[in-house]
C-alpha cells in the first residue's frame, strides 16, 4: 500500500499523526514543507507505487501554503484525496478549502480519533477507481433493469410508430413526463415539436387560453391574438400532465377537440384544425372521479385508449442504484464539480427508504448530497435526516402488498413529492426532503391509520359513492391548515414545507374554502 503523506512543519503534529496511523498498519511519509514535497511528486511521476495513497497538510506553513499546495495538486493529480488542516478555524479557509477540491478540511487542534478515521475514508476513497473513469457516456433517456420497468420500455416499443392517445398513471414524481418525451421521441411525430402543460397549475380562468389561444379583444388584457399549446403543438405532441384536475367545463372542450379535430381560440369564430398527438398523465383514479362526478366519462374513454402505468419508485427498489450514480453525476454537470461516489452501505439504506416522491425526490436527495456530503465518498451518515428516520424502520413492501403495486391507490399525494396518505396501515410514512426531521411514533402513526380506516369502513357500510373525495378533502384541508398554522398564514411558505408548489397550494385554499386561515 501507498504511504500517507503528511505536511506540517510542526513536528510533533507530524509524530503524533505518524504514531497513530502506524498503529492502524498505515504506512507513512512526513514532509516540512510544500517545496519538499512538490519536488517529491516530481519524483513519484515516473513510479506512482512511490506516490501517497493520501495527503495531509497544514494550511500555513514557510514557504508555500497548504491551499496553494492543494491547487497544485489537483492540476496534475486530480484524483488524489488531500485534507487540509490549520490552526486557523476561519470560514475563508474552510471554503477556499472545499473549494479548491479538499477532501475534508480538519481544524486544530483535532481529535485523533476522529483525524484517523477520516485519513481511513480518504484511503478507501483513494483505491477505487477514479471518479472521471466512472463518468456516464451517453446516459439513456430512462434507466430501469426492474421487471416493472422493462413492462414500460416494451410498451413504448409497441407503440413506437403509432399516434394513438396515451393515458399515463402513476404517483407524483414517478416520471410521467419522461415516459411522454420517450413515446413522442419515439412516434412518427418526432420531428414536431413536444409541448408539456400542467393543467393543476394554471388557473382556471387562464387555463382555457392557455390550451386553446385567444383573439385580440377576446378579453381585457387581450391585446393581440395569441396561439394556445394545440397550436404551438401542430405536427406534435401536446402532453397534458395532472389532466384529472382539469375543470369539468374545459374537459368538454377537450373532448370536442379529441372527436372532431377542430377547436375554436377563445373569442373565435374561425374553427381551427388540430393536428396533434395528445398524451395525458394523471396520479389521480379516473376511474372513481367519473363515478363521483368529478370527469367526464366520455372524456375518459376517450383518452383511456391505452394506458401505461409507471410503477412507484419503491416498487422498483433495484433501479435505485443506478438512479443515485446517474443523478449524482448530473448534479455535478450543473454544478460544474467532480462527481461524488456513493458507498454501498449508503445505497442500501437509501434502497431501504420508501420514497413517498419517487423518483423526483431521489434526484432532489442527489442534489442535496452533491452540495452537503463533506467528502467525496457518501458514506449513511451523510445521508439527508429524512432518509436515515425514514428507512430506519423501513423494510421493503411486500410484493403480496397491493398498496405496492398500485392497486390500492393512496390519497393526498401532491406534486414534488409530498407525503402520501398510506393505503393501508402497513404502508411507510416518511417525509420528504426539506421537511421536519421529527416524525410521528409508530404508535401514533398506527392510531391515525387505524382511525383512517374505521372512517373509511363506516362511509362505505353507509352506502356512500363519495368516499375517496370525501376523505381526501378532510386530510388535504387538515394538512394545509396546520402547515399555514406553523408558518402563521403564509402561503408561500406553508406551499415550500409542504413540498408542493406555490399554484397548488392557492388552488387547493380556494377549493376547500380555506381562505380565511391563509395569508399571502
Known amino acids: 500500500m501507498k504511504p500517507i503523506w503528511i505536511v506540517d512543519d ?10 497513530a496511523l502506524l498503529r492502524e498498519e498505515l504506512p507513512t511519509r512526513s514532509f516540512t514543507n510544500t517545496r519538499e514535497v512538490l519536488a517529491a511528486l516530481e519524483a513519484a511521476a515516473e513510479d506512482d507505487s512511490q506516490g501517497p495513497q493520501v495527503l495531509v497538510s497544514d494550511i500555513r506553513m514557510p514557504g508555500g501554503s497548504g491551499l496553494d499546495l492543494l491547487e497544485k495538486i489537483k492540476q496534475k493529480h486530480p484524483g488524489l484525496p488531500v485534507i487540509i488542516m490549520t490552526a486557523y478555524s476561519d470560514l475563508d479557509s474552510a471554503v477556499s478549502a472545499f473549494q479548491g477540491g479538499a477532501f475534508e478540511y480538519l481544524p486544530k487542534p483535532f481529535d485523533l480519533p476522529r483525524a484517523v478515521e477520516l485519513i481511513r475514508r480518504a484511503v478507501d476513497e483513494s483505491q477505487r477507481e477514479e471518479v472521471s473513469e466512472e463518468r456516464m457516456v451517453d446516459a439513456p433517456e430512462m434507466l430501469g433493469q426492474a421487471p416493472a420497468m422493462q413492462d414500460v420500455f416494451r410498451a413504448i416499443g409497441r407503440l413506437s410508430q403509432s399516434n394513438v ?39 382556471k380562468d387562464l387555463l382555457e387560453s392557455e390550451l386553446f389561444g385567444h383573439e385580440r379583444g377576446a378579453f381585457t388584457g387581450a391585446q393581440t391574438m395569441r396561439r ?23 374537459q368538454t372542450r377537450l373532448l370536442r377537440v379529441l372527436s372532431d379535430g377542430h377547436f375554436y381560440r377563445v373569442g373565435g369564430h374561425n374553427a381551427v384544425k388540430a393536428n396533434v398527438r395528445v398524451i395525458a398523465a394523471t396520479h389521480q383514479d379516473l376511474e372513481q372521479r367519473v363515478k363521483v362526478g368529478g370527469f367526464r366519462e366520455d372524456l375518459f374513454h ?31 454537470k450543473q454544478l460544474g464539480v467532480e462527481p461524488k461516489r456513493i458507498s454501498d452501505a449508503a445505497l442500501a439504506q437509501l434502497s431501504a427508504f420508501g420514497f413517498p416522491g419517487n423518483v423526483r425526490q431521489l434526484e ?19 445521508l439527508p435526516p429524512e432518509v436515515l428516520i425514514g428507512s430506519a424502520g423501513e423494510a421493503p413492501v ?54 383512517l380506516e374505521q372512517e373509511a369502513q363506516a362511509l362505505l357500510a353507509a352506502g356512500r359513492h363519495d368516499v375517496w373525495d370525501a376523505l381526501t378533502r378532510r386530510f388535504e ?9 406553523n408558518t402563521r398564514g403564509r402561503r ?21 374554502h380555506l381562505d380565511r386561515d391563509a395569508t399571502d
Request: neutral net charge; glycine residues 8%; proline residues 8%.
Open 302 to 332: 376517450r383518452l383511456n385508449v391505452i394506458r401505461l402505468r409507471l410503477p412507484a419508485l419503491r416498487e422498483r427498489r433495484e433501479d435505485v442504484p443506478a438512479l443515485t450514480r446517474h443523478f449524482l453525476q448530473q448534479s455535478a
Open 398 to 451: 411486500p410484493a403480496t402488498d397491493p398498496a405496492a403495486h398500485g392497486l390500492a391507490p393512496t390519497a393526498g399525494e401532491r406534486e414534488g413529492g409530498g407525503v402520501a396518505l398510506p393505503a393501508s396501515a402497513a404502508a411507510p410514512v416518511a417525509a420528504p426532503i426539506g421537511a421536519s426531521p421529527s416524525l410521528p411514533s409508530s404508535s401514533s402513526s398506527t392510531s391515525w391509520e387505524s382511525g
Open 228 to 250: 394556445g399549446r394545440f397550436e404551438q403543438a401542430e405536427g406534435g405532441t401536446l402532453f397534458l400532465d395532472e389532466i384529472g384536475d382539469m375543470p369539468f367545463d374545459l
Open 492 to 512: 408561500i411558505e406553508a406551499a415550500q414545507k409542504l413540498g408542493i408548489g406555490r399554484n397548488t397550494i392557492t388552488r387547493k385554499i380556494a377549493e376547500l
Open 364 to 382: 432532489n436527495i442527489c442534489h442535496w448530497l452533491t452540495v452537503m456530503a463533506p467528502a467525496q465518498l457518501i458514506e449513511p451518515k451523510d
Open 165 to 203: 392517445t396515451v393515458l399515463i398513471t402513476g404517483e407524483s414524481g414517478s416520471g410521467k413526463e419522461l415516459v411522454a418525451r420517450a413515446l413522442h421521441k419515439h412516434s412518427p411525430r418526432a420531428s414536431g415539436p413536444f409541448v408539456a402543460i400542467n393543467t393543476a397549475a394554471i388557473p
Open 477 to 485: 384541508s387538515r394538512l394545509i391548515l396546520t402547515a399555514l398554522a
Open 10 to 19: 510542526d513536528q510533533s503534529i507530524r509524530f503524533v499523526l505518524e504514531k
